[in-house]
């Protein structure tokens, strides 16, 4: 499976291809340090890798050899005819996190908030155990 992913200690640098990368492919990425090494490091995958190699590494564009030549390879990626494409991503607002910790019922609040149960479960699994912080009031 194609990727295409950049590494930066530089938290401007990352802010500003996470805003850069949302023009040319339409995905949304948020910059967040890793555990390990604390530096951002971004990556994109499938038709999203292959449009960024394609915007990066056009025709006789300044590059290194090996890192033209793996964006050429990731152009020859298609698709298989069975592999599902996921639907957009849609952000938690404090709105939705107090719905569903008023509901308290993940399978009611899936309804309520046009959600998968499982989605809703384990929002509400991460609310309660602190893993994402609550909404204010």
Same mark, same amino acid.
């Given at each position: 499976?194609?990727?295409?992913?950049?590494?930066?200690?530089?938290?401007?640098?990352?802010?500003?291809?996470? @805003?850069?990368?949302?023009?040319?492919?339409?995905?949304?990425? /948020?910059?967040?340090?890793?555990?390990? +090494?604390?530096?951002?490091? /971004?990556?994109?995958?499938?038709?999203?890798?292959?449009?960024?190699?394609? @915007?990066?590494?056009?025709? +006789?564009?300044?590059?290194?050899?090996?890192?033209?030549?793996?964006?050429?390879?990731?152009?020859?990626?298609?698709?298989?005819? +069975?592999?599902? /494409?996921?639907?957009?991503?849609?952000?938690?607002?404090?709105?939705?996190?107090?719905?569903?910790?008023?509901?308290? +019922?993940?399978?009611?609040?899936?309804?309520?908030?046009?959600?998968?149960?499982?989605?809703?479960?384990?929002?509400?699994?991460?609310?309660?155990?602190?893993?994402?912080?609550?909404?204010?009031?």
């Amino acid at each position: 499976m194609p990727f295409l992913s950049f590494t930066s200690a530089s938290t401007a640098l990352a802010a500003y291809l996470c @805003h850069y990368t949302k023009k040319i492919t339409g995905t949304e990425r /948020i910059a967040r340090r890793n555990t390990r +090494d604390q530096v951002y490091v /971004i990556t994109y995958y499938k038709e999203q890798a292959q449009q960024l190699a394609e @915007h990066l590494y056009y025709p +006789d564009c300044l590059g290194l050899d090996h890192k033209k030549a793996n964006a050429a390879a990731i152009q020859t990626w298609v698709r298989p005819a +069975d592999m599902r /494409i996921a639907p957009p991503r849609r952000r938690w607002t404090e709105t939705d996190d107090r719905e569903l910790l008023r509901l308290n +019922d993940p399978a009611a609040a899936a309804i309520t908030l046009d959600r998968t149960e499982q989605s809703c479960h384990m929002r509400l699994w991460r609310l309660r155990t602190g893993q994402t912080p609550s909404p204010t009031r």
